[in-house]
């Protein structure tokens, strides 16, 4: 059973470029979840997929955008990045509530 | 709104101590979770309570879930360097595939 993938590991960027991040779900799992985390503190919710389809959204605005593919892979797209953007970013797939997180890719905006 | 509060954020002790983390809640969940984050790494899943009362014993760690399943707390016996970490609870309601998180709990054990 493979686990839960993510790319690029690290990455950096300049203010006002695009990023595409993207994330492998755990075999059998059909709902991707993205977090945006600061250190030393909890995940926050950007958005969730379940089966190609966005199945909610957290508190952040419109320039965070997601896919989620027919092989339940999924990818965070960011437009216009800000230094506040600079963050782990983790993805987490799950079949019902149980979540099972990648490594996160680690996003420098400079 | 639902939201889960965790306490304490910070938690600094030496090896060989007790401690207790708590997550509380004015909702009901029908499952929590716990889950422990190492620094650049994502979080891994510890255990799942699901039924009011609940206890679950993963080696030293206590996890047990509230009779009213609003609230959760996970006790360390005799905790050791390698249980540092950041400890963080979220609870699911129901067939919402959404987990409602805590911020964290920071534990630091020294030698």
């Known amino acids: 059973e493979t686990g839960v993938t993510q790319s690029p590991t690290h990455l950096i960027k300049t203010r006002g470029q695009q990023v595409t991040l993207r994330c492998s779900s755990q075999s059998g799992h059909n709902t991707v979840s993205w977090y945006q985390q600061a250190l030393g503190q909890g995940p926050q919710f950007i958005f969730q997929?379940?089966?190609?389809?966005?199945?909610g959204r957290g508190n952040f605005p419109p320039r965070f955008s997601g896919l989620q593919f027919p092989n339940y892979s999924s990818e965070l797209n960011v437009n216009a990045l800000e230094l506040d953007d600079s963050a782990l970013y983790l993805c987490?797939?799950?079949?019902?509530?149980?979540?099972?997180f990648g490594p996160g890719t680690r996003l420098t905006v400079t | 709104t639902q939201l889960l509060e965790q306490s304490p954020q910070f938690l600094s002790i030496q090896e060989g101590e007790n401690l207790t983390v708590y997550c509380n809640s004015s909702s009901v969940f029908s499952s929590l979770q716990w889950y422990r984050q190492e620094p650049g790494e994502g979080p891994v899943l510890l255990v799942t309570v699901v039924t009011g009362g609940e206890v679950k014993k993963l080696k030293r760690l206590t996890f047990q879930f509230g009779d009213a399943r609003k609230d959760s707390s996970l006790h360390i016996t005799a905790a050791q360097p390698g249980d540092t970490g950041l400890y963080l609870c979220a609870g699911s309601g129901g067939n919402n595939r959404k987990l409602i998180w805590g911020l964290g709990t920071s534990l630091a054990v020294n030698p």
């Open positions: 997929y379940y089966r190609e389809e966005e199945n």
């Open positions: 987490a797939s799950s079949l019902f509530s149980e979540q099972y």
